[in-house]
């Protein structure tokens, strides 16, 4: 029986691989032990996974009828893999409207949110409440992100670092 599992966790990889290979913007490469890295060309940020924590593949095609693939894992998460990107859902957030921002984010959004949150900063009117929306949906990023398989910790330091200059201007 387990034969079977094996065999269609396989097909399941092939299909992700297929996909990647065909991709202008993801490259991917595979270890001895089934961990999967995919490379964004954008952003060189890499989305890791085991082959073994996949569940189902699903071909799909957006709005505009490009193709992309769903990826369903077994813990219930799931990302989709556009020509260029991977993307995911942004982590629930206390105090967020999840409704206000998209449902699938990438990578690529922590920069746009990032140079948001340093130009509210900036502001002569310094609306705090702003920057405290910006860095909930900064923060929902990268959890989500990091949930899926990324390694965030880069980003993370970004706004550590951006919120002590601040309180070191302020002082």
Known sequence: MSNSKSKSTHAELDHILNFVDSSKGLRAKINESGRVQIRQDLDGKLFTFSSQEVSEVLHRADSEGKPFIQVNFKNGS???????????????????DMGR?????TTPDLVSVFEAIEESMGADNGLDTEVEILKKVYLAIISGGEKVGFDLTTE???????????FKASA
């Open 78 to 96: 799931k990302v989709l893999l556009t020509e260029t990107l991977v993307g995911f859902k942004p982590i629930e957030t206390l105090g967020l």
């Open 101 to 105: 921002i998209p449902k699938v984010v």
């Open 156 to 166: 993370r330091k970004w706004l550590n670092r951006l919120l002590a200059s601040k």
